[in-house]
């Protein structure tokens, strides 16, 4: 039996005018088809000075786009001298769905542009990057994902402010006069120090968890004197407090450098919460499904293909409320 996914509109404290919310959206749309015409940036400055609520669904419109990446890159190309206008409807339709359903805080907590731009690397929703640094260590950037590269006489760092990244350390050949330089990872949480290896670190929310394939890497707390050293072979998390229990590494869990997310038996809610780092928008599983386990190897740079063959192998449905709102659902 289908079970359509309850919505819930804003709380109170983040509601918009809808007719603001609309505007927001279509506004923005337009901006993007053509970024260089004054007349409707003034037109645009006038109507947000216009309304405090202008000026409120207008921000709210920039966060949404920039967390979701909803106005297509195409958009702004001219065809045949305009968008087309079934592009346009998608994406203000999109936007206005997003502006209303979801709240303010989630959208500004995640939604963290400024880094992207300071960063002096960075991967939007979907996209992957090699990197290779000049003491000759390579690194893999997974999807969203932002660092800076601090390399000086003393040491090397990599401040990863958010995402993945895969990092395999090089040698850093120094003249025999200079003393060797340290190689650190550094998150919200801690630090982690390679010790001659090839590793994955990954940000979530509230920690840092450390993948080692080769070597081994030091994890020190942020707010702790702990250090604990973890081989190859080895995983574990960590807060800024304590450090987890060293377990044995997915041998799948460097498999998206090569564009795969590979599943066994995994549950469905954890295989669509991955999946959903790699596509702009929303992917939810519905709670009634989210035990079902799946396993394969899942090509990352086409999630639409991967959405569709879920019910060829799982009792469920794949329901699109828009390309950017999509959930799974039991049939």
């Known amino acids: 039996m289908h079970h359509a996914e309850s919505l819930s509109p804003l709380d109170s404290s983040d509601k918009l005018d809808r007719a603001a919310v609309r505007q927001a959206a ?14 409707t940036l003034e037109g645009l400055s006038q109507w947000r000075v216009a ?12 966060l949404v786009n920039d967390k979701f990446g909803l106005i297509p890159a195409q958009l702004g190309l001219p065809v045949l001298g305009h968008a087309t206008d079934s592009s346009r409807r998608r994406a203000i339709k999109a936007l206005v769905l997003l502006m209303t359903f979801v ?11 400024w880094r992207e731009w300071a960063a002096d690397y960075a991967t939007r929703t979907g996209e992957r990057r090699s990197l290779s640094l000049n003491d000759g260590t390579e690194l893999e950037l997974n999807t969203d994902t932002a660092l800076d590269v ?24 120094r003249r025999a006069d200079e003393s060797f330089r340290p190689f650190w990872v550094q998150t919200r949480q801690g630090r982690i120090r390679a010790l001659g290896t090839r590793f994955v670190v990954r ?16 994890v020190q707390p942020r707010h702790t004197a702990t250090r604990q050293v973890i081989q190859a072979g080895q995983q574990l998390s960590f807060s800024a407090d304590a450090v987890q229990l060293p377990r044995p590494v997915d041998p799948h869990g460097a498999d998206w450098s090569r564009g795969l997310l590979v599943a066994q038996q995994m549950p469905l809610g954890e295989f669509t919460r991955e999946l959903a780092r790699y596509r702009p928008g929303l ?17 990352l740079d086409n999630t639409d293909q991967v959405l ?6 799982l009792p469920v449905n794949v329901v699109y409320r828009t390309r950017f709102w999509v959930s799974v659902t039991a049939t």
């Open 26 to 39: 279509g506004w923005l749309v337009l901006l993007h088809e053509d970024r260089q015409n004054p007349q």
């Open 308 to 313: 569709a063959a879920l019910p060829e192998t």
């Open 150 to 173: 601090q390399f000086d006489a003393v040491q090397r760092l990599i401040k990863l402010h958010r995402g993945e990244v895969l990092i395999d350390t090089g040698a850093d050949p």
């Open 203 to 218: 940000r979530d929310d509230n920690i840092t968890r450390v993948q080692v394939y080769d070597g081994a890497v030091e």
């Open 283 to 299: 992917l939810r599983c519905d709670p009634a499904i989210a035990d079902l386990r799946i396993s394969g190897a899942f090509q």
């Open 103 to 113: 709240p303010a805080s989630y959208v500004a907590y995640r939604s963290t542009p």
């Open 51 to 62: 309304d405090p609520e202008h000026e409120r669904a207008w921000q709210r419109a920039q």
